[in-house]
């Protein structure tokens, strides 16, 4: 498709919803607004990534800019797993080959867990994941930070479902996970977890990590879960193993690598 086709598209749709060129660089992010007028008149391009956000943010359907099949059949060979409609509509992109392009919101609550996963699609929440949630002096030698899996996530969405981790009580933002595809030997599931400094200690680690398992067994109960870290991190060992995951004889680089038991 070329620049001035997108660009059109563009402009069409912003004009649908009542958008300004300028509120609509604002929420992209981009400095200014003839950034857009460029765009819609097709002398620049779009990058993926600022189409991604775009779609993310107005909750949008990836057919008003691409030429991409509406992808709207149930995935039946997962249906027996499904616990609800979000977990099902996670379901039905989580490693597809068929590009993915999230236009609702996810947030996966169950009753007895104290914290809950929001899909990363707007601004605010990829802010705080970017800039805010902050790492211990220890942690930064230990793990990658949230920008990492950030990245990942629009590289390859199929395989990466960034969420924040939210305290039920009040809503408030306390860390992130990615949900991701096991890029090593094996069908298998993995995440990439940090609480924020601010509230490590108090056992949402703990309570997110099991909320990860659940959702990705929700998912796929077949899958294994399959988790790599540093070999110095004894914390997240410790973390694992009583979890229910042991550590394998593969190695992830210079990774420890655990799985979950069956």
Sequence with gaps: MSKETIGKRIKTFRKERGLTQAQLAKDLGYSHKSVITHIEKGESEMSYEKMLLLLRTYAA???ELF???RIDKLIDEHKEYLVDEQIAYLAKYFCKDTPVFIKKDIVIKYQDAPIYFRYVNNQNDLIYVLFD???TPEQKDLVNPPSFSIGRAFLKPNYNFPFVICLKENDQRI???NLSKWLGK????TWSLLIDKKYQ???YGRSSAELAVRVLKSINSKKHIKLATKQDNLKAHKLYESLGFEKTEELD???LVFQ???
């Design 186 to 189: 094996g069908d298998a599931f």
């Design 67 to 69: 030429d991409v099949q």
């Design 61 to 63: 359907d990836a057919n």
């Design 175 to 177: 860390g992130f996970v």
């Design 201 to 203: 200690g108090k056992g």
């Design 260 to 262: 979950l038991k069956d």
């Design 253 to 255: 680089g210079d990774d």
């Design 133 to 135: 949630c902050e790492l």
